[in-house]
């Protein structure tokens, strides 16, 4: 594969610079396979080098009564979760937030499991984890509720992200929002 991007390229580059004085159209024609080899490189590039922290993420959260919004700045990915540990096990009451088409597939159970069993490993809890998948945005809010008996302090709230390049295993980190 990568014999044919080399001979495309010097190919290209050749016959571009060739019809330089002929035609500048055709020379440009002929450069355009090169603009597109380097723009596919350069993105994946990119997405290999860039590494994202739990400092990328940046929330802030605004309380009223027993109910929450978190209000956060975060630049990647199109699919993280929000993770509740609510002691006794009670169940988050209206849980806003930026809705993903229901994942029934076996890739959105696969992902579901993932992430409950990196939790189970980093994450000791006594409580049952309440996740939620969200879509991400540059900016976002999300909001929800606490049952009335609940302490927000003994709430733990988790943002976990993956990150999956192509053909190496999954990456996980999670930001705890202190309420």
């Known amino acids: 594969m990568s014999i044919i991007v ?12 060739k019809m330089w004085k002929k035609s500048r159209w055709i020379s440009f024609l002929c450069f355009g396979p090169i603009i597109i080899i380097i723009a596919f490189i350069s993105y994946f590039s990119y997405h290999f080098i860039y590494k994202t922290t739990p400092d990328s993420l940046q929330v802030h959260v605004e309380k009223e009564n027993n109910n929450f919004v978190l209000n956060g700045v975060w630049f990647r990915y199109p699919l993280d979760f929000i993770v509740f540990y609510v002691p006794n096990n009670e169940e988050v009451l209206n849980v806003k937030r930026y809705r993903i088409k229901e994942r029934k597939t076996e890739e959105g159970e696969y992902l579901l499991e993932e992430v409950q069993a990196y939790l189970e490993l980093e994450h000791r809890s006594e409580w049952k ?33 993956i990150r999956a390049e192509p053909m190496y295993q999954w990456e996980y980190w999670y930001k705890k929002i202190n309420l």
């Open 129 to 161: 984890p309440q996740i939620f998948a969200t879509n991400t945005a540059k900016e976002f809010h999300y909001a929800f509720s606490l049952p009335k008996n609940v302490n927000p302090n003994e709430v733990n709230v988790l943002y976990v992200h």
């Open 6 to 17: 080399l001979m495309v390229f010097f190919g290209s580059l050749f016959f571009g610079i």
